[in-house]
C-alpha cells in the first residue's frame, strides 16, 4: 500500500471530486454565518436551506474540506485512538443530480484506487430496509453479503439538524485494522462490535426525505447526497496507523510537545493521554482564536476558556510551571497555515490570547489543585462531591464543571451538578440586580391577554416623528381599563406608532402624547409580544380613554442625537476591528441621545495610540459626509454578503441592513442619521475592561461633544491662571510641582523617622521585663505606615532581643500597631497572637506570623490603658 501524507490525501479528495463535475468550495468559518455552509459544534450540517428547496443550487455538485469543532465528548479526548475536537471532513454533495449509485461507486473508487485501501479490509454498512444501497454493494462493487451489514435508526439514518427538516438513510464504509486489545472476539469481530478495530471513514447520507413536528416523512423536491468523511481517520488508516494520533497531521505538534516536556510518546500511558490532549487541543485553540473568538465565561469563548484550561491541566501533570503552548500553536501553524492561511494572518493574535489565558489560569491552577486534593482526602470514601464545592473551584479558582469533574472522575467521584447549577444561577441573578438592569416581564399575565386580540404595531418612526392614532388599549396596574387620569401612570397601545421601542442596545424615544383636552409624557416605549409595542406615559393633563384620537409627537432633538451616536457606533465597530482586527466582536451596546457605550471581544487594554488611530478614522468618515445607505435584503442573502452581524442572534426572512459607503455594513432595525456629517465631532471619553476578554468604549458625539470640548477649554483656562502659565506649558508645570511635593514627602518621611527614634531610642535602655524577655511599649502619632514599621525594627534592634510593641494613633481618632518579636524570643512570645488580642480590646483586628504583626483598632483612648497593663495582653 502506497504511502499518502495527509496533504496529499486532501489535495487528492478535491481533485478527484473536481475530476467527476463538483465545484471545490474553501472551507467555511467554524462560525455559522454562510447559509450554504452551515456547520454545528456537533459537527456538519450542511446546505440545509438547498435539500429543503428553498434555495436553488449555485452548483449541483459541490466538494469541500471543512474544519469542524466538537466538544460534546470531550472528556474522552487523548483517552481513545480517534476522538477529537478539531477535525476537518472531506465532503461530496449532490442536489438533485447524482445519488445512491454513484455516491458509492466514487466512494469506493476513490478509497481502493485513489488511496490503495485494500478491498478486502473495507466493509459497508445500510439501513435495515434500504434493499437499494444493499444491492448496489452487493453486485456493483462486488462486496461479499456478509461484508455488508443492516444497522437500525440509531446507526444508520441521519435525522434532521432540529425538530424538522431533510433526513434519510446513510451507508458507512469501514476499514478493518485487524486488531483491538479489548475485542472479546477478535475471530468473529465486525463493524458491529464496539471494540475500535472496526473504522467508521466514511458516510454517505442519502438525503431524500423531510421530517415534520411529528416525525412524519415526505419525499424532498429532490433527492440529494451529503458525504462526511473524517479526514484524520482516512489519514490514519492510510498511513497504516491504528490510532489517529500516530499519523503524519499530529508528527510535529507531538514531537515540539516532546521537546517541551523532556517526555517520550508511547512510553507512559499516563503521560500518553495528556500528550494528545494537548496536541489535539492546541489546534482546536488555534482554529478558534483565528475565528474571533475570545476567552469568556459564555458560548464560544467558553469552549475555548475550557478548552486551554484542559491542556493547562495537562502540561502541569507534565510538570508544566507556566505557559507553554506558544511554541506548539507555533508548529500548529505551521503545519496547517497552508490549507488555513487565516492562522498565518492571525498568528500573534492565537499565540497573544493563549498566553494571557494560560498565565492567568496557572496564576490559580496550583491553589485550586491543592484544595481539590485536600477535599478528595476528606471525603471519607464518598462517591459524591457536593455541588458548592464544585462552585467554589470555579468561582474561586477558575476551574470549569467540566475539568472538575474530568479530575474527579480518575478517582471514581461524581459531582453534585444539581447543587452546582442552582449556585450559577443564584449567582447570575445577583449579578443581574446588581448591574441596576431593568428587566421587563414579556410574558407577564396581561400582556398574554391583550396578544390574542391586538395585531403588531406598525413601526412609522423611519420616516415620520409624528401621527394622529386611535388608543387600542389602555392598562393601568397590569390591569385593562376603559379610562385613565391625571396623575396615573399607564401604558397605552396604538395601530402605529412614530416611537422606537427600546432594543438592539437602542434606548426608546421619548415625548409627548395629546389632544385638545389631554397630555401624557412618554416614559418608555417598549415591545412586549409579537410585536405589539406599549408606550409607557405619565398623564400630566386631563383624561383618556379607550378609542379616542391623539397625536403621538417624538422628542425630535433627542431622537436626532440619540441616531447621531447609532450611526458613531457602526462606525465605531468597523473602526476597531481595522485597528485593532477582525477578531473584535460586539459584545453589547448603548445607544442614547446624551452618549453611547460599545462592548467587544478584546484580550487587553488599547492603546492610546490606538484610540487615537480609531477617533481619526471615524472622524474622517464624518468629515467626508457620507450617505447612510439603509436597505433591505433576505437573511439568506445578507448572509452571502459581507456584513457585520450577530448571526447568533434571532433574525426574520428580510433583514435590514444600514450601509457607509465601503467602510461600514451592519444588520440593524434601529434608527440613524442619512449623512454622516450630521455625527459632529465623534470623541472617546473612556475605554475600560468589564469582564475577562471584554472590554468597553464610552464615546460622545454632536453638541455633547461640544459641551465636552467647552469644559476642556474652561478647565485648561483655570489652570493656566492658577499655574500662572501658557497652555502649552501647563503639562510640564503641573510634573515640577509634582515632583516638589514627591521630594518634600521624603523629607517629611525622613524627618519623622529621626524624631520617632530619638524620641524612643531611650525606651530601649529601660526595657520592662516580662517574664525574663524585655518588652518595649511606647505610642507615637501619625507616622507614615512605612515609618511606623520602620522605627519598629530600629528599636528591637538597639534592644538586641525582646519584643516591641508601637502604637501609631491618627488625627481621626484611629489607632495603628506594629508588634516586632526576636527570632529567639517567637519561641515564648507570638507576635501575631499579642497583636489579635490588643486589636480585639481596641475594637479592631489584624494579626500575622510568630515575628512580626500588623493591627489596627477603632478605640484611641484605650492604648492608655493596654500600655499599663501590657502584661495581661502579652500571648504567647
Known amino acids: 500500500m502506497k504511502y499518502f501524507t495527509s496533504e496529499e490525501i486532501r489535495e487528492s479528495f478535491l481533485y478527484f471530486f473536481e475530476k467527476k463535475g463538483h465545484k471545490k468550495l474553501p472551507s467555511s468559518s467554524l462560525i455559522p454565518n454562510d447559509p450554504q455552509l452551515l456547520f454545528t459544534v456537533a459537527g456538519m450540517v450542511p446546505f440545509k436551506p438547498i435539500f429543503w428547496g428553498k434555495v436553488e443550487p449555485t452548483y449541483t455538485r459541490i466538494t469541500t474540506c471543512q474544519k469542524c469543532l466538537r466538544t460534546n465528548d470531550i472528556e474522552n479526548v487523548g483517552r481513545t485512538p480517534r476522538h477529537h475536537t478539531f477535525f476537518e471532513m472531506l465532503g461530496n454533495f449532490s442536489f438533485g443530480d447524482y445519488f445512491k449509485k454513484e455516491a458509492i461507486k466514487w466512494a469506493w473508487e476513490f478509497l481502493t484506487e ?65 486488531y483491538a486489545e479489548n475485542c472479546p472476539d477478535q475471530e ?5 462490535c464496539d471494540c475500535g478495530r472496526f473504522v467508521e471513514i466514511w458516510n454517505i447520507v442519502f438525503t431524500e426525505y423531510y421530517s415534520d413536528e411529528n416525525a412524519n416523512l415526505s419525499p424532498l423536491p429532490r433527492k440529494n447526497i451529503d458525504t462526511g468523511a473524517g479526514f484524520e481517520r482516512i489519514c490514519a488508516v492510510a498511513q497504516g496507523k491504528y490510532d489517529n494520533f500516530d499519523s503524519d497531521l499530529f508528527k510535529e505538534i507531538i514531537e515540539e510537545i516532546q521537546r517541551i516536556f523532556g517526555v517520550k510518546f508511547r512510553e507512559n500511558k499516563r503521560k500518553d493521554v495528556s500528550i494528545k490532549v494537548i496536541a489535539d487541543h492546541s489546534r482546536a485553540i488555534a482554529f478558534l482564536i483565528s475565528e474571533g473568538i475570545i476567552p469568556s465565561n459564555e458560548g464560544r469563548g467558553y469552549v475555548l476558556r475550557r478548552l486551554i484550561r484542559r491542556a493547562v491541566r495537562h502540561g502541569a501533570l507534565l510538570e508544566a510551571k507556566g505557559p507553554f503552548l506558544s511554541s506548539i500553536l507555533e508548529t500548529v501553524i505551521k503545519k496547517m497555515g497552508k490549507i488555513y492561511p487565516e492562522l498565518i494572518e492571525k498568528e500573534a493574535l492565537i499565540k497573544d490570547i ?40 470555579y468561582d474561586t479558582y477558575g476551574f470549569p464543571l467540566d475539568l472538575t469533574k474530568e479530575i474527579l472522575s480518575e478517582k471514581g467521584i461524581e459531582v453534585d451538578e444539581k447543587e452546582f447549577t442552582e449556585l450559577m444561577n443564584k449567582q447570575r441573578e445577583m449579578a443581574r440586580s446588581a448591574s441596576g438592569k431593568v428587566e421587563y416581564d414579556t410574558e407577564k399575565q396581561i400582556y398574554k391577554e391583550i396578544d390574542k386580540f391586538l395585531t403588531p404595531t406598525e413601526f412609522i418612526g423611519y420616516d415620520k416623528l409624528s401621527t394622529t392614532e386611535e388608543v387600542q388599549l389602555i392598562i393601568k396596574s397590569n390591569s385593562i381599563v376603559s379610562q385613565a387620569q391625571e396623575g396615573d401612570e399607564i401604558e397605552l397601545f396604538f395601530p402605529k406608532t412614530p416611537f422606537y421601542a427600546e432594543r438592539g442596545g437602542q434606548v426608546s424615544d421619548k415625548g409627548i402624547i395629546y389632544n385638545e383636552t389631554f397630555e401624557a409624557e412618554v416614559i418608555h416605549v417598549k415591545p412586549i409580544r409579537n410585536e405589539i409595542i406599549s408606550h409607557l406615559v405619565k398623564i400630566k393633563k386631563g383624561s383618556i380613554k379607550n378609542g379616542e384620537r391623539v397625536f403621538l409627537k417624538v422628542d425630535e432633538k433627542k431622537r436626532k442625537a440619540t441616531e ?8 465605531l465597530h468597523s473602526a476597531l476591528r481595522k485597528v485593532i482586527g477582525e477578531h473584535i466582536r460586539q459584545a453589547g451596546s448603548y445607544v442614547a441621545p446624551e452618549r453611547l457605550r460599545f462592548d467587544f471581544t478584546h484580550y487587553e487594554p488599547l492603546t492610546q495610540d490606538q484610540i487615537k488611530q480609531i477617533e481619526y478614522l471615524i472622524n474622517e468618515q464624518i468629515q467626508k459626509a457620507i450617505p447612510v445607505n439603509i436597505y433591505l435584503k433576505s437573511l439568506e442573502e445578507a448572509k452571502n454578503m459581507d456584513v457585520i452581524a450577530l448571526f447568533e442572534e434571532k433574525y426574520g426572512e428580510v433583514v435590514r441592513i444600514v450601509e457607509i459607503d465601503d467602510f461600514s455594513r451592519e444588520l440593524c432595525g434601529g434608527t440613524h442619521v442619512s449623512n454622516t456629517g450630521e455625527i459632529g465631532l465623534f470623541k472617546i471619553l473612556e475605554e475600560s475592561s468589564i469582564s475577562s476578554g471584554v472590554r ?35 503639562p510640564d508645570k503641573i510634573e515640577g510641582i509634582l515632583k516638589t511635593i514627591k521630594n518634600q514627602e521624603k523629607e517629611i518621611k525622613q524627618l519623622q ?18 517574664e525574663g524577655e524585655k518588652v518595649v511599649v511606647a505610642q507615637l502619632e501619625n507616622l507614615e505606615k512605612d515609618v511606623h514599621a520602620n522605627t519598629a525594627d530600629i528599636l528591637l534592634q538597639k534592644l538586641g532581643r525582646g519584643v516591641v510593641i508601637l502604637f501609631n494613633k491618627s488625627n481621626n481618632d484611629q489607632v495603628s500597631l506594629v508588634v516586632k518579636v526576636s527570632k529567639d524570643t517567637s519561641k515564648k512570645f507570638h507576635a501575631g497572637n499579642i497583636a489579635r488580642k490588643i486589636a480585639s480590646y481596641l475594637g479592631g483586628g489584624g494579626g500575622g506570623g510568630p515575628t512580626f504583626a500588623q493591627a489596627g483598632g477603632k478605640y484611641a483612648n484605650k492604648v492608655k490603658e493596654v500600655i499599663e497593663h501590657i502584661n495581661d495582653f502579652m500571648e504567647v
Open 114 to 178: 485513489e488511496l490503495g485501501l485494500p478491498a478486502e479490509k473495507l466493509w459497508a454498512s445500510v439501513y435495515e430496509t434500504d434493499d437499494e444501497a444493499f444491492n448496489i454493494w452487493k453486485d456493483d462493487i462486488k462486496i461479499p453479503e456478509n461484508k455488508i451489514l443492516r444497522f437500525g435508526k440509531e446507526e444508520n439514518w441521519w435525522g434532521p439538524a432540529g425538530p424538522t427538516g431533510p433526513c434519510g438513510p446513510c451507508s458507512e464504509i469501514y476499514f478493518d485494522t485487524g
Open 753 to 770: 523617622f529621626q524624631l520617632a527614634t530619638k524620641n524612643i531610642e531611650r525606651l530601649a535602655e529601660t526595657p520592662q521585663i516580662i
Open 354 to 393: 493563549s498566553f494571557m489565558e494560560e498565565e492567568k489560569f496557572f496564576e490559580t491552577m496550583e491553589k485550586g489543585m491543592e484544595r481539590l486534593n485536600n477535599i478528595i482526602q476528606n471525603l471519607n470514601n464518598e462517591t459524591t462531591l457536593p455541588g458548592k464545592i464544585a462552585f467554589e473551584l
Open 696 to 730: 468597553r468604549i464610552e464615546a460622545i458625539t454632536g453638541f455633547e461633544s461640544l459641551n465636552y470640548a467647552t469644559e476642556l477649554e474652561s478647565i485648561m483656562t483655570i489652570l493656566s491662571k492658577m499655574l500662572d502659565s501658557s497652555r502649552d506649558q501647563i
Open 188 to 192: 468473529n469481530c465486525t463493524p458491529a
Open 564 to 571: 447621531k451616536n447609532h450611526t458613531a457606533t457602526h462606525l
